[in-house]
């Protein structure tokens, strides 16, 4: 353990995972440096109260006195000042069903439940590296569904999870099956494809009965698919109004996979929450994202895997000319969303990227974005969960709030590099110690 921590902690971190919170259960984390608010960039010493799974109190000092109830079993954590505790990470794009480096038939041999149990794996590695709440805006059949609903339950280790289930898309377009014969893709039809307003509403109303917790739809063709329609306006401006209104009537946030600019726009323009990618926008597309209230979520990641991918030819022609020109334009899309004041919430795009190596984004962030550290951690903190309508639940160490809170070596504040994967030393999530990484994954 790289923690001081009381006997009894230590049974407790390890039978967390099958031992749903009881009443009276306390955690009392004690650091010289504490980061309640990243927008604040303020550290300071702190003992922090969390009450079976809720942040109690935040108490000014080390060693504050905690007073203690009859019937609460208590247990008390003690960092040193070369760790710094904050809020846990947030990543607004992932899909934890999917790996990177798959080849393109995948998903013609995998099953959905399969793909719940890739999902398992990488929700460890997802929360272990300090991501405790993620929004899954992807995933085969109901597979995002029983991945949420598992980690929900205690079953399975795991960041909190918002599901999109399955992006909707055009008929071929990127949330389709394409690049093969039409009766492969007749058999393994996804049902998320639609035409025209009404069945564009009925896909979404058919995400929300099967537990849907936000809309994902692509409103452009993307990177990685065998479609190479361009990344222009996918759907007609009728039918993404008919997604984004349908959605909010039922009080769902709409993300939407937009890399041309004309989609971009076009989605801002019926409204949606986020802008996912954004890759080529312009002048024109900023504006409608300024009069929308879109958020940007960026999405850099993939670039690592592209660059990593590229001499393993592992991508057919007509993908590998696509990656090569986004590789290009990594970035412009943070210093056009910057320059126009738009909110910028953290993403990654990982299952295109690797799990687990979410916080690689950050540096990506400074280096073609211009972003500071502390605004980074803005984005994946606070803004983050403004875009997932959880501002009053996570995102800061405050009173009422989750207990979802990490621990690094070093100031976040300053350097980025403290919160990349091999400085995480401990996290939690609704109150619960997750299980340490081990050291070989
Ligand atoms: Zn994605």
């Not at 921590?5 to 010289?32: D, K």
């Not at 608010?37 to 969390?50: C, E, H, K, L, N």
């Not at 970035?331 to 126009?340: L, T, V």
Request: proline letters at 5%; a negative charge; one cysteine or more.
């Amino acid at each position: 353990m790289r923690f001081a921590v009381l006997p009894a902690a230590l049974l407790f971190t390890l039978s967390a995972m099958s031992t749903p919170i009881e009443a009276g259960e306390v955690s009392i984390l004690r650091a010289e440096r504490v980061i309640t608010d990243a927008a604040s960039g303020r550290v300071q010493p702190a003992t922090i109260v969390v009450r079976e799974g809720r942040i109690e109190s935040v108490l000014a000092g080390k060693d504050a006195e905690v007073p203690s109830k009859d019937g609460d079993t208590v247990k008390t954590f003690i960092w040193d000042a070369n760790t710094t505790l904050l809020p846990g990470l947030i990543d607004s794009h992932v899909h934890l069903t999917g790996n990177p480096a798959e080849p393109f038939w995948q998903n013609t041999v995998e099953t959905p439940e399969r793909a719940t149990a890739t999902g398992v794996r990488n929700a460890q590695r997802t929360v272990q590296a300090g991501f405790t709440t993620v929004r899954d805006l992807g995933a085969p059949g109901q597979a995002g569904f029983a991945l949420r609903d598992a980690i929900n339950a205690g079953d399975v280790p795991g960041p909190r999870m918002l599901s999109a289930g399955i992006m909707i898309s055009i008929v071929g377009g990127h949330g389709d099956l394409t690049g093969f014969r039409p009766q492969v893709i007749a058999a393994l039809d996804g049902q998320n494809t639609c035409t025209g307003a009404v069945q564009c509403a009925q896909r979404v109303r058919e995400l929300s009965r099967a537990g849907a917790d936000v809309i994902k739809f692509a409103a452009t063709g993307g990177v990685l698919s065998q479609q190479n329609r361009g990344f222009g306006q996918h759907f007609t401006d009728e039918e993404m109004n008919a997604i984004v209104s349908t959605a909010h009537q039922l009080g769902l946030k709409v993300a939407s996979h937009a890399h041309g600019a004309r989609g971009i726009e076009a989605a801002a323009r019926a409204g949606v929450d986020s802008v996912e990618h954004g890759t080529y926008v312009d002048e024109a597309a900023v504006r409608a994202m300024t009069a929308s209230g879109s958020f940007l979520v960026p999405t850099l990641s993939p670039t690592i895997a592209y660059r990593e991918n590229l001499p393993k030819g592992l991508y057919t022609k007509v993908v590998e000319a696509k990656i090569r020109t986004r590789l290009e334009a990594t970035g412009k899309n943070i210093a056009a969303a910057r320059k126009a004041g738009l909110k910028i919430a953290f993403g990654t795009d990982a299952g295109v990227s690797e799990h687990g190596r979410n916080a690689e984004e950050m540096p990506l962030m400074v280096q073609y974005g211009g972003m500071s550290p502390q605004d980074v951690l803005v984005s994946a903190t606070r803004t983050a969960a403004e875009l997932l309508g959880l501002e009053n639940e996570i995102g800061r160490i405050a009173p009422g709030y989750s207990a979802d809170v990490i621990a690094v070596f070093g100031n976040p504040l300053e350097d980025v590099a403290a919160l990349q994967r091999d400085r995480i030393q401990f996290v939690m999530v609704r109150g619960v110690p997750m299980p340490e990484r081990a050291a070989n994954d």
